[in-house]
């Protein structure tokens, strides 16, 4: 399993933004496809973003014009999820996952998981 750690959680203000991050410090990330999930108190894990290997394909689940943006720097074995124009009902603790083959959006058919970082939107 590929280990991966995020970063970037907090509380921002609605309308705010945040960036998190998704690093292996032990794995080459470039051959993984690599999906943002997020999970609020009582409801299910649900995909947000999904990266192909090599970021030649995204993918952006949430409906919201495209307030969110995925991208990759494998060059520093990283994945990015930037987050703008934040609402209350962002709030989640947001995960990252690898799998080997393509994007998908069911949380079962990822392999390797994070801790988890938290963001909350609120006022």
């Known amino acids: 399993q590929v280990q991966l750690v995020e970063s970037g959680g907090g509380l921002v203000q609605p309308g705010g933004s945040l960036r998190l991050s998704c690093k292996s410090s032990?794995?080459?990330?470039?051959?993984?496809?690599i999906a943002w999930f997020r999970q609020a108190p009582g409801k299910w894990r649900e995909a947000v973003s999904c990266?192909?290997?090599?970021?030649?394909?995204?993918f952006d689940f949430v409906p919201g014009e495209g307030r969110f943006t995925i991208s990759r720097d494998d060059a520093n074995n990283t994945v990015f999820l930037q987050m703008n124009n934040l609402r209350p009902e962002d709030t989640a603790v947001y995960y990252c996952?690898?799998?080997?083959?393509?994007?998908?959006?069911?949380?079962?058919?990822?392999?390797?998981w994070g801790q988890g970082t938290q963001v909350t939107v609120s006022s």
């Open positions: 996952a690898a799998r080997v083959r393509a994007c998908i959006k069911v949380p079962r058919e990822f392999t390797s």
């Open positions: 032990e794995f080459t990330l470039d051959a993984y496809a």
């Open positions: 990266i192909s290997a090599g970021g030649g394909s995204s």
